[in-house]
């Protein structure tokens, strides 16, 4: 049965939050580890040191961390994650003076329209209902300035079937309790790109990662 915000919040507030970083170490190993899968995730996106960059549902911040190190010297991120807890793993972990971390829905954030010039959300639209994934890609289109860029950073469902049969098994998609297999499944029934198109996104384009187990979608606004 698929969970809302209030489910998902308690989860990383008090049992997610406490494996979190080491799960993710776990899960990326076999593609050639946490840092080699972060990079050519972030490879199609374009950063720059004058950007003001959001990382949407950044968790414990080690994606934002790597955003910032891309983007360089002068670019401002501001990550924002709806966990408490996550969030502060993130701060506690953070070394650049220009980045910050807020508490926060990615749905309806605190921001003014046209915020930043790149928007980025991170392994986090699979675990949502589509109408909360609807709205948070919106609400990324309405935090971008014009020309601004939408990068989504994902899970995505192999062709090969030994490898999606092995993703399965090592991403515990076989796990009865495991909440975001309706919502991932939804996700790839309506396929990434097409939801970025569908809230308003133009010249969208996907590139397949880890042999099609990861995708990132890059769109303009």
Do not use: M
């Given at each position: 049965m698929p969970v809302g915000k209030a489910?998902?919040?308690?989860?990383?507030?008090?049992?997610?939050?406490?494996?979190?970083?080491?799960?993710l170490?776990?899960?990326?190993?076999?593609?050639g580890g946490e840092?080699?899968?972060?990079?050519?995730?972030?490879?199609?996106?374009t950063l720059g040191h004058s950007d003001r960059i959001l990382d949407l549902c950044c968790g414990t911040g080690t994606a934002t961390l790597a955003i910032a190190s891309k983007a360089g010297s002068g670019a401002e991120v501001v990550g924002l994650d709806l966990s408490v807890q996550q969030v502060r793993r993130a701060r506690a972990k953070n070394r650049h003076e220009d980045n910050r971390f807020v508490?926060?829905?990615a749905t309806a954030t605190p921001f003014p329209a046209a915020s930043f010039d790149k928007v980025l959300i991170t392994h986090s639209l699979h675990e949502m209902l589509r109408s909360a994934r609807i709205d948070a890609l919106?609400?990324?289109?309405?935090?971008?300035?014009?020309?601004?860029?939408?990068?989504v950073l994902e899970l995505d469902e192999p062709r090969n079937l030994l490898l999606r049969a092995f993703c399965g098994l090592w991403w515990f998609y076989w796990l009865p309790l495991n909440f975001e297999t309706p919502t991932r499944r939804d996700m790839f029934r309506h396929g990434l790109l097409n939801e970025v198109a569908h809230s308003g996104f133009r010249l969208a384009r996907r590139v397949s990662i880890a042999h099609g187990a990861l995708q990132t979608v890059v769109a303009r606004r």
């Open positions: 489910t998902w919040r308690w989860f990383y507030d008090h049992i997610a939050c406490h494996y979190y970083d080491l799960l170490r776990w899960s990326l190993a076999p593609f840092a080699r899968v972060r990079r050519e995730l972030l490879e199609p996106v508490v926060g829905d919106t609400e990324a289109r309405r935090l971008l300035r014009p020309d601004g860029e939408l990068a």
